[in-house]
Nanobody, 126 residues
Framework: QVQLVESGGGLVQAGGSLRLSCAAS????????MGWFRQAPGKERGFVAA????????YYADSVKGRFTISRDNAKNTLYLQLNTLRPEDTAIYYC???????????????????WGQGTQVTVSS
């Protein structure tokens, strides 16, 4: 089992940056693909980014490509999401999740993930 705890959210002005972290417990973190999702009020949870177990492959939603960067440090059992050039429409609760599969077509599907964190709020003011 994997427990996930996000941190790093906050209030930032448009154009600003944040770095989210997701600390994972357990010895098997490096065997999971990891993803970031977000959910704004009144909207469904949507895919933001994903990374393979090794960190060698990354995937992004079109809306964040070129602005956000996902990375992981398996030695520290930690997943990151660097958010740059933030926009008001990026405002949401951001969740990290662990996927016990290497199938890349699962990466953007929240229903395929096995473990979820509690989320961290990101608010971007205009």
């Amino acid at each position: 089992q994997v427990q996930l705890v996000e941190s790093g959210g906050g209030l930032v002005q448009a154009g600003g940056s944040l770095r989210l972290s997701c600390a994972a417990s357990g010895r098997t973190f490096s065997s999971y693909a990891m993803g970031w999702f977000r959910q704004a009020p009144g909207k469904e949870r949507g895919f933001v980014a994903a990374i393979s177990w090794s960190g060698g492959s990354t995937y992004y939603a079109d809306s964040v490509k070129g602005r956000f960067t996902i990375s992981r440090d398996n030695a520290k059992n930690t997943l990151y999401l660097q958010l740059n050039t933030l926009r008001p429409e990026d405002t949401a609760i951001y969740y990290c999740a662990a996927l016990n599969s290497g199938l890349t077509w699962f990466f953007a599907r929240p229903d395929k993930y096995d473990y979820w964190g509690q989320g961290t709020q990101v608010t971007v003011s205009s």
